[in-house]
């Protein structure tokens, strides 16, 4: 299912490259200073925390809390750069001795060099953390995204003949946005506008995607990120994925995607038996969709007798008379029954309709097609509101782009921060910092006793309340993979010693 046209699309139509490639890899040390440890020069001036955003707060960020170091190591794939104080493999230009992989990797940056003029500019690659640190700093853009690693360096595009630029490898990527469950958004949130009550349905599609990628495919570095606005984004990192070929990816985002029906087709019938992916989503969903969108709390589905009047129009009409005696049951005064119970009051009519629940026989004129279509109608309402809803076009390319993790949203200006999945619950969106916030933080922080407040710290961004987001993802999910990396570089070295007989 694709997603709407929106601000986080990753598709781009904003103007010609008025850059030069001696621009995005200057490496000017004064511009470099951010990541540096405990050595950041710049400070900031006396923080408005109720700005959200400004060409001044962004460039404070990149300035000091921007994770460079993290996102190089990350994006190198090199074990030997986790640790930041690890000097021993790194040339004096900051450029690692064992990674081949980063100076091939596309970025790309949305700028805008005068209010209102954005231009954007692909195919920029960097040696070294040090020239995309400079680079970023001294453009300051408002978009980075992603791209593949290229077989020769992206910013050499020009100078290669034509169609000798390919891509190798890429993370295998999803993008999910709240745009694409308008139709099924009760809460009155629409576009862009997000509340608690619909961002329930993120943490939903999280868990059966995180599930699926993990248990289906054996996937075990997914990573999570916040989009900053109204999404998120998922990056599955293991070497597999990276290396999966363009008809590969297609076939695992379609192995996901279910034809949810649309405003002009409302044809919506799953296969019978339920394929043992979506029997695990159903069980992981049906809860979620019970607690959150049946209740006036959530979606109210259940919770008026206009709701589930309308929700019982839904029903086959092969299931009529169920919907007749359950809207004349729920509609009497001495009803009291909650929105959770009608929902199994009405699964329960279902089964018994169809001859599924104790001595109940189905009515003779039902045919397989019918009861088929009749037990399965809990499952598709389930789904026609809470099942994932990928723009899946993003998976199916090795060379799409998608937002670089730990950038700010410029709309709301909040920072992607990464969501575990086991701890959806406790994330709440409108406490993700922004610009404004963190730049206070930054001065509180060091108006305060330095004595107390040093200790540990190596990055400002450990100032701030970035700190617990940032450290939890280099513990859970960036330490694994470049251990898993460290392991299959050393029995790759072993294997060569082998066949040369140098043991």
């Known amino acids: 299912m694709g997603a709407a046209s929106n601000d986080d699309s990753e598709e781009h139509e904003f103007g010609e490259d008025q850059s030069t490639d001696n621009d995005a890899t200057s490496s000017n040390h004064d511009d470099a200073s951010a990541q540096q440890p405990m050595t950041c020069s710049t400070k900031s001036s006396p923080a408005d925390s109720s700005v959200v955003f400004s060409p001044e707060l962004l460039g404070m960020y990149y300035a000091r809390l921007f994770p460079y170091q993290m996102l190089y190591s990350w994006l190198s794939y090199d074990p030997t750069t986790i640790n930041p104080h690890n000097n021993n493999n790194t040339t004096k230009n900051g450029t690692s001795n064992n990674t081949t992989t980063f100076p091939r990797r596309e970025f790309s940056m949305t700028i805008e060099p005068t209010p209102g003029n954005e231009v954007y500019i692909r195919y920029q690659s960097f040696l070294s953390q040090e020239e995309l640190t400079t680079a970023i700093q001294k453009r300051r853009p408002t978009k980075i995204d992603i791209g593949a690693v290229f077989n020769y360096p992206p910013k050499d595009n020009k100078s290669l003949p034509s169609g000798k630029l390919q891509t190798q490898e890429r993370e295998l990527v999803f993008d999910i946005d709240l745009t694409d469950y308008d139709g099924v958004r009760n809460c009155g949130c629409d576009g862009a506008k997000i509340c608690p009550k619909c961002w329930t349905f993120m943490g939903m599609a999280m868990e059966v995607?995180?599930?699926?990628?993990?248990?289906?495919?054996?996937?075990?570095?997914?990573?999570?990120?916040?989009?900053?606005?109204?999404?998120?984004?998922?990056?599955?990192?293991?070497?597999?994925?990276?290396?999966l070929t363009n008809e590969a990816r297609s076939a695992v985002a379609t192995y996901f995607e279910v034809n949810l029906g649309s405003?002009?087709?409302?044809?919506?019938?799953?296969?019978?038996?339920?394929?043992?992916?979506?029997?695990?989503a159903y069980d992981i969903l049906e809860p979620r969709f019970v607690e959150s969108v049946l209740p006036e709390e959530g979606h109210g589905l259940l919770s008026t007798r206009a709701s589930w009047t309308k929700l019982l129009m839904t029903l086959p009409k092969q299931a009529n008379s169920v919907?007749?005696?359950?809207?004349?049951?729920?509609?009497?005064?001495?009803?009291?029954?909650?929105?959770?119970?009608?929902?199994?009051?009405?699964?329960?009519?279902?089964?018994?309709?169809?001859?599924?629940?104790?001595?109940?026989?189905?009515?003779?004129?039902?045919?397989?097609?019918?009861?088929?279509?009749?037990?399965?109608?809990?499952?598709?309402?389930?789904?026609k509101y809470v099942y994932p809803r990928l723009d899946i076009n993003v998976s199916k390319m090795?060379?799409?782009?998608?937002?670089?993790?730990?950038?700010?949203?410029?709309?709301?200006?909040?920072v992607c921060v990464p969501i575990e999945v086991s701890n959806f619950a406790s994330f709440d969106p409108f406490q993700v910092p922004t610009l404004g916030q963190l730049m206070k933080e930054l001065d509180d922080f060091e108006a305060a006793d330095k004595s107390e407040n040093d200790t540990d710290v190596t990055f400002d961004w450990q100032k701030t309340s970035l700190k617990e987001p940032f450290e939890k993802f280099q513990k859970s999910f960036l330490v694994p993979l470049l251990n898993e990396e460290r392991r299959m570089q050393r029995e790759e070295r072993e294997k060569r010693a082998a066949v040369m007989g140098d043991f």
């Open 263 to 280: 405003d002009k087709n409302k044809n919506f019938n799953l296969s019978s038996p339920l394929h043992p992916m979506l029997s695990r």
């Open 209 to 243: 995607m995180d599930e699926g990628l993990r248990n289906d495919f054996g996937f075990e570095h997914v990573a999570w990120f916040y989009s900053g606005r109204r999404g998120v984004h998922c990056w599955v990192c293991d070497d597999g994925a990276r290396k």
């Open 323 to 383: 919907a007749a005696k359950l809207e004349e049951k729920w509609g009497s005064k001495r009803d009291t029954t909650t929105p959770e119970e009608k929902w199994d009051e009405l699964k329960t009519a279902l089964l018994a309709f169809i001859g599924k629940s104790g001595n109940s026989k189905a009515p003779k004129n039902l045919s397989n097609a019918d009861r088929s279509r009749v037990e399965s109608w809990p499952v598709e309402t389930v789904f």
């Open 398 to 414: 090795q060379n799409h782009l998608l937002k670089s993790p730990f950038c700010v949203h410029p709309k709301t200006g909040r």
